[in-house]
């Protein structure tokens, strides 16, 4: 009769339903920071069929869905204007209770190890480290992954803003969110996902580069390298793609490097990245970024000149904005500029500017708008230069034009206003001109407020 008992129960045990726990994704967790005024996406796993339930500290809503045949669930919440801490509990057959949440702006910051660099690699920012404590600034870093195919989480955490967590996230990041915590007054929370050496293509999903001859066959060419990937979507699918469902107000990126060797296609790839990320996210995220800087190991004038020409044309995405950094330089013999608190100052002045509405910013630099030929000279117009252009240390450098034969020569060149005359004595009849369209230019020529003018190429039409 006891050997009946014992059998019986452990009958029942075994045909007794598994329910397991409700899980989150990495991405949400305590110290989290959420898009204010915005609907935001809950997630995870469930039993299929079990009964979700999630309610906040910031309102009597509660929210209830049930768990999909895939195990998935998902809630749009609604959230408050900026401002925390709150609590968000989260239950099903378990309960779930995250602390110290807030509400504010999130952005993504991505790419290579411009981006990545933080102060643990030297970078001279010890009096910054001490200051670094700050319960408004939440970090979320992910760690370098790839993936063959579309990853659902990764593995990392939402941890708070102090001088240990400050001196190994992005500087750039970093400064970029303090900017926008000072002039916001609000939570700022900061995605860094970025790799050095990657492409391009390795944070493109793999559909969009293989649906394309020129960009399939500019991929092929890549070379690979023992310390990243050059995989379509390696790094897409690892890296970014599982965060897509989490509300963010816009993306930072500092790339480039890696695609010098396949400059051509730049534009067409980089703008379809970008394209696709909106598509992944499901609005137009506002996309700041940062044209590479001059570096001597390019080795190629042509091939890294076009690169940035390639970035340049870029912006004529919308809601994209690239900021210079010609003049911000320590060595030209370093891949890996130093001067990253004052990056991080333009992209967060463009940020503020076109993302958030605040005025009196100058935050564009002067860019090629038009030409003209007046006899054997060509003046040329930029925009973003009301207040005129000023040349420092001298003579306006790096103007360049050539004749019918496509030798480019040193230009005269002449600032008047917002214009530039350009001329040489050995060229009678211009057919185009170039700025700072070099390997290591580092240009001397500036908007009236201080900001480098953009790098060009163009013919005379």
Known sequence: MKRNIVLCFFILIILAPAYSNVRLPAIIGSHMVLQQQAK???????????KIIVKSSWDTTTYRTTGSSGAKWSIDIQTPIAGGPYKLFISGYNKIELEDVMIGEVWICSGQSNMEMSVNWGLPYSEDVKKAANTGIRFFHIPRTTSEYPQDDVKASWVVCDSNSMKTFSAIGYFFGKKLQDELNVPVGLINSSWGGTPAEAWTPREIVMSDTALSSAAKRLNPAKGWPVEIAATYNGMIYPVTNYNIAGAIWYQGEANVGTAATYQSLFTSMISAWRTAWHKELPFYFVQIAPFAGYGDQVAASTLREQQRLATHLSKTGMVVTTDLVD?????????????????????????YGKTGLIYKSPEYKNMRMEGNKIRIDFSNASNGLIAKDGEPREFYIAGADGRFVPANAKLEGHTAVVWSNDVANPKAVRFGFGVVSMPNVFSKEGLPVVPFSVEVR
């Open 40 to 50: 935001v996406k809950i997630w995870g796993w469930s039993e299929p069929g079990e």
């Open 331 to 355: 060595k030209i013999n370093d891949i890996h500029p130093k001067l990253k608190k004052e990056v991080a100052m333009r992209l967060a002045n463009y940020a503020l500017a076109e993302t």
